[in-house]
């Protein structure tokens, strides 16, 4: 949701900055922009994506400046609402990730007081409001502007008349500082980063600092000094590389193997969880609360934890949960998110604390807002995910919920050790099973290049496979942009019936679990209304194959487990499909990885 980077030190600033903000680019691509300061104040912006402003920069000579990659919240992507924003005089220029909820009222006051407006955005009355509260120092302009500002921020500001500084902000929106030699970086999110350090400062809620060549001062909004322990990612730079693969989607797909392990480490067979001892906690109920693919990651934890726990659980939209009018608390609430900056999940986890629950946070992103806001924190050990259509987190996240649901169960005394050591021996075999996926993509995508012309698309199936294939519709939609829609195969005949015709494949998830007779029946009603079928079975399923059109195959899992290999082969399905239409892969049209707006 918007991208900022920002440098200062002793190499030429540009291609820092369009090189940091190329990796921000996931963030948000309406439109990009940058600032750089020499003895002029340099500024150039333009619609579209990173490569558009290249086309127009200059070399613009400059060892310090800021930029930004937009994802339009108010005013549509154009030139003229693109960052950075300078005020009347020229002279400041800034860049801001969020929305200022008051923008309407600040503006009508700023321009009855003479102030110039030359775009629709809201985050134009900042710079303007920094204009009037500067008198010559432009941090103190910066915290006095924050006061009076409603909503989220990250900001970073920078001033002709001081060109040995970037003050930054932060209010709900992230932002990290990056330490070099000599040098010092700002950016929203740490790929950006990466390349040039792994020493990093998050920046808090209602913080300031001010970035010199030399070092970082970090204050509170009311003016009090901060101290911050300098932090150390052990994330790579080629974790933020393509290495080789056309997409980063199709890379962080087949990372999935690695991403398992890495989440399995150490964490077996005591199923040592460090989760504050949250695991052993007698709670009567759970709810799950999240976002997209990590809400259909909860819906699966859901399935997962009654089954391995016996409590009720309840999963719910984050966007959702605070409107809900049954206040009572959820004795344990559990936020799942991979970047930990989706703003409706964090509201969640705030509202779910004032209501009295404990919280526990799965995540990818360590130091994201997040784990600020929650008891404990689960990670999920996926590395950067770049992609906007999350994968191997989704998978992640799977292995995150089965070894909370283990560790619960074998506290509670619902698992029998032979059920958990069953358990325990599947998961540890999962990563063989996706490569397995991997291996045998052969008829995935001929699949897809079937299913390419497909004008809707059905996805269904029963229990866990019920958001199993929500996940995979949501896949196909995202990057292909073909209609999908995934169903509890059950509910097909209650009205989605209507809509099959000869023309509407329905893939069909059908592991033989408890679910299985059922499906069959389900594929059998499809195929009799002439869709035709492309079902998902374990290998060696001739009843299957002889009831579906195409038929693609997982290896023999625990149904439990099942998800894990069946998402790896409707990612591929929906790569592939997006592959053969054309599509922006790993920048679908209107999306953004994060989103930091509720
Ligand atoms: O970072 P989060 O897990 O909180 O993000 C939630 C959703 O925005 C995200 O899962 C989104 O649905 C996926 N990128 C879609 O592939």
């Known amino acids: 949701m918007c991208g900022i980077v920002g440098y200062i030190g002793n190499r030429q600033a540009l291609p ?38 290249e086309k127009r920069l200059p070399d613009a000579p400059g060892r310090m400046g800021i930029a930004h990659t937009r994802w339009a919240t108010h005013g549509r992507p154009s030139d003229r609402n693109a960052h950075p924003f300078t005020d009347c005089s020229g002279r ?53 502007t924050v006061r009076h500002l409603r909503g989220s921020l990250a900001l970073a500001v920078v001033h002709l008349s001081e060109p040995d500084r970037i003050v930054v902000a932060r209010d709900e929106s992230p932002l990290v500082i990056g330490l070099g030699q000599d040098e010092n970086f700002v950016a929203s999110d740490l790929p950006a ?50 290495g080789g693969y056309q997409h980063f989607m199709l890379k962080e797909i087949y990372e ?99 209501r009295g629950s404990r919280t526990l946070a799965i995540t990818n992103v360590v130091g994201s807002s997040i784990t600020r806001e929650v008891d404990s924190v689960l990670y999920t050990r996926a590395g950067p995910e770049i992609g906007v259509a999350a994968t191997k987190t989704f998978t992640s996240q799977l292995i ?48 897809a290049e079937w299913m390419a012309q497909a004008r809707d698309v059905f996805f269904i199936g029963r229990n866990v496979h019920y958001p199993t294939a929500l996940e995979g519709a949501l896949k196909l939609k995202e990057i ?5 829609e995934g169903l509890p195969a059950g509910e097909l005949k209650h009205g989605p019936n209507a809509l099959l015709t000869a023309e509407t494949p329905v893939v069909a998830i059908a592991i033989r679990d408890h679910t299985y007779d059922k499906m069959l029946s389900n594929i059998g009603e499809v195929s009799a209304r002439s869709a035709p079928v492309i079902a998902i079975g374990l290998e060696n399923d001739r009843e299957l194959k ?25 990612q591929l399905l929906a790569y592939h499909v997006a592959l053969i239409r054309g599509c922006e892969i790993d920048k679908p049209r209107n999306l953004a990885k994060s989103v930091t707006v509720e």
């Open 400 to 447: 995150a919920l089965y070894l909370l649901g283990m560790a619960m169960g074998k506290h509670r005394g619902t698992l029998l050790p032979s059920q958990l050591q069953e358990l325990i021996d599947g998961l540890r075999k999962l990563p063989r099973d996706v490569q397995s996926v991997l291996d045998n993509r052969g008829a995935i995508k001929l699949t």
């Open 256 to 354: 999935q193997p690695r991403a398992i392990l890495e989440s399995l480490i150490g964490r077996i067979p005591g199923l040592e969880l460090d989760i504050g001892g949250i695991d052993k906690e007698d709670f009567d109920s759970v709810k799950i609360v999240a976002c997209g693919t990590s809400f259909h990651a909860g819906l699966v934890g859901k399935y997962v934890l009654e089954q391995l726990t016996g409590l009720p659980v309840i999963v719910e939209a984050a966007s959702e949960y605070r409107y809900s009018a049954n206040t009572r608390y959820s004795p344990l609430m559990v936020l799942v998110s991979q970047s930990g900056e989706s703003a409706d999940t964090l509201q969640a986890a705030r509202e779910a604390r004032r």
């Open 546 to 570: 002889k009831a579906s059109d195409l038929t693609l195959y997982v290896p023999e899992v625990r149904p439990v487990l099942s998800p894990v290999p069946v998402i790896t082969t409707l």
């Open 16 to 53: 820092i900055l369009v090189e940091s903000l190329k990796r921000l680019e996931y963030r948000g691509y309406d439109s990009a922009g940058v600032s750089v300061i020499d003895r002029e104040l340099f500024n150039s912006k333009a619609a579209g994506r990173i490569t558009e402003l």
């Open 193 to 242: 980063l990466l390349k040039y350090t792994r020493r990093v400062i998050y920046l808090q809620n209602r913080e300031v600092a001010v970035i010199r060549r030399d070092g970082v001062g970090l204050e509170s909004f009311e003016g009090e000094p901060v101290e911050r322990d300098i932090a150390t990612v052990d994330w790579s730079p080629e974790d933020t590389e393509k």
């Open 92 to 144: 400041i220029s800034l860049v801001h990730n969020g929305i200022i909820e008051n923008h309407r009222e600040l503006r009508a006051g700023l321009e009855s007081r003479g102030h110039r407006f030359t775009s629709e955005t809201d985050t134009e009355t900042v710079v303007h409001l920094v204009e009037e509260n500067y008198k010559g120092d432009l941090r103190a302009a910066v915290s006095e």
């Open 480 to 484: 292909s942009y073909i209609h999908a």
